[in-house]
């Protein structure tokens, strides 16, 4: 509580000092600081420490507002949480810092981002539904995870870099038996493949089928620690199946499959406006017909 009182003060001095007296060091401690800030938010997004960082800013709100409102009993108990908040900072995001500080000795944070293609919506979900069918009938395991609002790079980082467009011929040779990629997850972020044979949370849901293996069990897992979306491919049956919030949705169609990746796409676009959403649900008819000649029918049931 102390340390955060003489940060706070500090803060206080340092902006009383830039308006009342200006100098060029402030404004240079102000763009440095600045700059660090934005790397480790940077980091922070593309992890699920996200979500931690998030509810941090919400508990530190609420003990201010106790604060400011004199709720003496509220601002106690969150004190008490704050005195060993640096400990538990550590913990919490020890994966993470020392994955910056990996990172910082590459210095890739500063390096600047390459502009990649990627395709459009419709062709992604067009090539992912084309694979999963062929795949499907082929009785061929696959296990696919789309990034969406958590990052996923703790995950992709345990396996190997692609970054490539989404095509069907691709993922079909990535999930080919006796490949070096076939084992393990792909994940795709901003409609491009990142990465293959990557290591999942399995789930420990005691309420799973026993039917269900190990490549279903890492899709709920993931659906449950973060907010991806898991297609799965049984090795067994041919059963194409869905994970998202933890809740495994099974024998899906090219037809059903084409409505809830396009739906998904449509969710994660930059600006859900109104038009937008009536655009894409046009476009999701228009590509379940597209993709009707794809299916083979329903798989049979395990």
Not at 106 to 135: W, Y
């Amino acid at each position: 509580m102390t340390y955060l009182n003489s940060l706070w003060t500090s803060l206080s001095t340092l902006f009383t000092n830039l308006f009342q007296q200006p100098d060029w060091r402030n404004y240079l401690d102000i763009a440095i600081i600045a700059i660090i800030i934005y790397h480790i938010i940077r980091v922070l997004l593309r992890t699920r420490a996200s979500s931690v960082f998030k509810g941090i800013g919400v508990f530190l709100v609420f003990f201010w507002l106790s604060k400011a409102l004199e709720l003496n009993v509220v601002n106690w108990a969150l004190q008490q949480f704050i005195n060993t908040g640096v400990i538990v900072l550590v913990v919490v995001f020890q994966p993470e810092l020392r994955r910056a500080l990996e990172q910082l000795g590459r210095s890739s944070l500063i390096a600047p981002n390459s502009n990649k293609e990627t395709k459009s919506s419709d062709e992604c979900v067009a090539g992912l539904v084309q694979s999963m069918s062929n795949m499907s009938r082929k009785r061929i395991g696959a296990l696919i995870v789309i990034e969406r609002k958590t990052g996923l790079r703790e995950f992709s980082d345990t396996g190997t870099r692609i970054d490539a467009e989404i095509t069907a011929p691709l993922i079909e040779n990535i999930f080919e038996p006796n490949t070096p990629l076939h084992d393990g997850a792909t994940i795709i972020r901003n409609r491009r493949i990142l990465a293959s044979a990557c290591i999942l949370p399995l789930s420990d849901d005691p309420t799973i089928s026993r039917e269900l293996g190990t490549r279903h069990r890492a899709a709920i897992g993931i659906s449950e620690t973060t907010d991806a979306v898991a297609l799965i491919v049984s090795e067994e049956t041919g059963v194409i199946s869905m994970a998202k919030a933890g809740k495994l949705t099974r024998y899906l169609d090219a037809k059903v499959l084409t409505q809830q990746l396009t739906e998904l796409f449509a969710q994660d676009n930059a600006s859900p406006s109104k038009l937008s959403k009536i655009v894409y649900r046009r476009k999701a008819k228009t590509a379940v017909n597209a993709n009707d000649r794809i299916s083979s029918g329903a798989p049979e049931k395990e």
